[in-house]
């Protein structure tokens, strides 16, 4: 056995031992034992910090070496864990922008948050009801430019940092924070993201509802030309995002956090994941803090549940109400149509009563004799007629009619007063107005009814109704332009706006919802196009056919049709313009100045608004952000008539009356209440929608240059 002893001169003591070859502790060199030479080894490097033995292994060989194993330092309770820097991104496409933004907002479950917390919009207005959604400032950042259909929209940034920095005293305490720290978090992260992007964020949210403070971001990619590069950006390289990792941290420095492990393989773990992992019986050994953090999300989940399922309880009760009550209004609606039916046939078998004067008493009194040989021939010297049931017809003259009143005119040779006079003169005055009332009802029949034709357009003033309209109304000129390729505005010969009203007849009612039916695009001043300002195709019902249009499709291949009935007349010559009207030959029953909003190509109508003015429709569709659902904006011209049939089809509460705020738009309001009670009164703040409109802009100008103005400021220190 060749011996080896091992020894420390230092603070710790001497150590001195002996073991052969085969007992050579595996953190020896073999040259150490082979030689037989004696080494001089800090009991120090033994220690857990130095010697890679662990646990019972360590101390058996100190124990070998006839020492005593060293203890970990005492601590004293000042250490204080590395607190980090914690910056994510998230790159959002067209269809996750929205569940980011209701996560944000709360407005979808959210396991691990407080709801007796809420969240703080530190970048942004405030939410209202005209406060845009995110989709919308997103949109409205992008500007009209051409987007790709896998184009980044928007990037999410989270930023928050180590629990060690919000609760220093207690890292485990989810929830709690020193207000001092975040305050000083929040404004270093605010700067950052301004000074790094600029008005490229649209939008921030501070959560203090989950464990840990942190801030919810969103910034619009576009480069330096203001096109849409989300790629020229941030990069699609590991580089690049490092560099932003360098630059959140370099910004976080002066907090005293520290910016993470360049080329760490962590991931983020997604929070579905992340509680299915809680809710699995562990397989290793955590840490007690972790246990601690665990659980107390894990309660505020569990808490969170069970309020979920008391609402849903009383969900279901609601429903099951809603069924009972609808079953007994099917029941009611079922009788009430019975009931019409017979009504209704009660009231043809009246007016099937009314018929003519029986032509041969008329004949009678008129001096015509019966033929012998033919029973429905009467005759004189001039005049040969042929009788048959209410129609006659002279074979001398070679003309004909029907009715009384035609045979009395044709034999004396008079008009229609003089023929009436005469049989209530020969006949009877009662036998003279079912005469009157048979011809009038022919002529109903009959006569052929004349055809609404629009004003003439007259392109040479457009400019000047559009200059009206973005200048003066302050509507937005994508807007306007896509109403004007529809067709739907222009400008006629006395540079009047020109508001087209159609017939709903083109929409489908399936149950409680409305669809398009298919429409012809043609119309008898052509088709401008099918395609929004953003590229967007537009529904089919944003499409028209004029009647007088002489190439319009047979009907068997367009069932049903929207019909051009009438048109909106606004003055736009002059600062003070107030004139309003109708154009001649407007059907202002049948048809109204509508257009649709939201949602995808191909879903149902789930909302209608209606207003007293096509430009008041146009402006609260700028304003109206709130309601993600397909909306029709219709005009009903002032005290006009209401689609109640289309109105009716609609979802519960989702008519919504916007007529102006004073005493005639309340009065029209409540008629149209009491007719749709389920619907809905919406006023504006200002007298009328576009007066809120220029508004709510003159707002925002104000808060963007009180904005620019502060950040001057703060760029000339």
């Not at 809420?118 to 051409?146: A, C, F, K, W, Y």
């Not at 048809?591 to 008041?616: H, K, T």
């Amino acid at each position: 056995m060749l011996g080896v002893s091992v020894c420390s001169h230092g603070l710790l003591g001497f150590v001195e031992g002996s073991f052969s070859v085969a007992e050579r502790p595996s953190f020896l060199p073999p040259w150490v034992v082979l030689l037989g030479c004696r080494v001089n080894c800090p009991v120090s490097l033994l220690t857990p910090q130095f010697c890679p033995l662990r646990g019972t292994l360590r101390s058996k060989l100190f124990r070998s070496l006839g020492g005593v194993p060293p203890q970990n330092p005492p601590t004293t309770g000042k250490e204080k864990s590395m607190a980090y820097a914690i910056c994510r991104i998230q790159k959002l496409k067209a269809g996750n922008i929205g569940g980011s933004s209701r996560h944000t907002n709360r407005e979808c479950y959210t396991p691990n948050a407080d709801p007796e917390k809420e969240h703080i919009r530190i970048i942004g207005l405030p939410d209202g009801p005209l406060t845009p959604n995110l989709e919308t400032l997103v949109r409205q950042r992008i500007g009209s430019q051409m987007i790709r259909k896998n184009a980044v929209l928007a990037v999410e940034f989270l930023l928050t940092a180590s629990p060690e920095y919000f609760r220093p005293d207690n890292p485990a305490r989810a929830g709690y924070y020193d207000s001092k720290r975040l305050e000083d978090f929040q404004k270093k992260a605010c700067e950052w993201l301004l000074n790094r992007y600029g008005d490229r964020i649209v939008r921030a949210e501070l959560h203090l509802d989950e464990s840990t403070p942190h801030i919810h971001a969103y910034m619009v990619p576009l480069d330096e030309k203001g096109k849409l590069n989300c790629r020229g950006l941030l990069g699609g390289s590991r580089y690049r995002l490092s560099e932003l990792q360098d630059s959140f941290a370099s910004a976080m420095e002066p907090l005293g956090l520290e910016r993470g492990i360049k080329g760490s393989k962590a991931q983020h773990t997604d929070i579905k994941k992340y509680y299915t992992a809680i809710n699995t019986a562990p397989e290793l050994v955590v840490e007690p803090l972790t246990v601690q953090q665990q659980l107390a999300d894990r309660q505020r989940a569990l808490k969170k549940s069970a309020e979920m399922e008391r609402t849903a309880a009383a969900l279901s009760l609601e429903n099951q109400k809603l069924k009972r009550q609808l079953t007994d209004v099917s029941a009611s609606a079922k009788t009430q149509k019975e009931e019409a039916s017979k009504w209704k046939k009660k009231y043809e078998d009246l007016a099937n009563r009314v018929r003519d004067i029986p032509l041969e008493q008329v004949a009678y009194e008129l001096g015509l004799d019966p033929d012998s040989k033919e029973k429905h021939k009467w005759e004189n010297s001039n005049h040969i007629i042929n009788i048959t049931g209410s129609k006659f017809y002279d074979w001398k003259q070679l003309k004909g009619g029907g009715g009384a009143i035609d045979l009395v005119m044709h034999i004396n040779q008079c008009d229609f007063k003089q023929a009436v006079a005469w049989l209530g003169e020969r006949i009877g005055e009662s036998a003279a107005i079912q005469a009157t009332t048979y011809h009038t009802r022919t002529i109903i029949q009959s006569e052929p009814l004349k055809q609404f034709v629009p004003p003439e357009e007259n392109q040479n003033n457009w400019q000047q109704v559009r200059s009206y309209l973005t200048l003066k109304r302050r509507l937005p000129s994508a807007l306007v332009d896509t109403l004007h390729q529809q067709g739907l505005i222009y400008a006629d010969d006395k540079q009047n706006l020109v508001s087209l009203n159609r017939s709903l007849d083109g929409v489908e009612i399936t149950g409680n919802t409305v669809r398009l039916g298919r429409l012809s695009v043609e119309a008898s001043r052509g088709s401008r196009g099918r395609r929004g300002a953003g590229g967007e195709e537009l529904m089919d019902i944003n499409s028209f056919s004029s009647p007088a249009s002489p190439a319009s499709p047979a009907s068997p291949a367009y069932p049903n049709r929207i019909e051009i009935t009438g048109a909106s007349l606004r003055g736009t010559v002059g600062d003070d313009n107030q004139f309003k009207g109708l154009a001649r030959g407007s059907k202002r029953s049948l048809g109204w100045f509508y257009f649709v909003r939201g949602g995808q190509s191909f879903d149902p109508i789930q909302r209608a608004v209606l207003f007293e003015s096509p430009i008041d429709a146009m402006s609260f569709a700028v304003l109206d952000r709130t309601d993600s659902r397909k909306t029709i904006y219709l005009s009903t011209d002032g005290a006009g008539h209401v689609p109640l049939d289309f109105l009716q089809a609609l979802p519960q509460r989702s008519v919504i009356i916007a007529y102006d705020n004073d005493k005639v738009g309340e009065e029209m309001a409540q008629r149209v209440i009491e007719q749709l009670p389920n619907s809905l009164r919406l006023s504006p703040d200002a007298l009328d929608w576009n007066e809120q409109l220029k508004k709510s802009l003159n707002f925002e100008r104000h808060n963007q240059q009180e904005y620019s103005h502060k950040r001057s400021r703060g760029l000339s220190r």
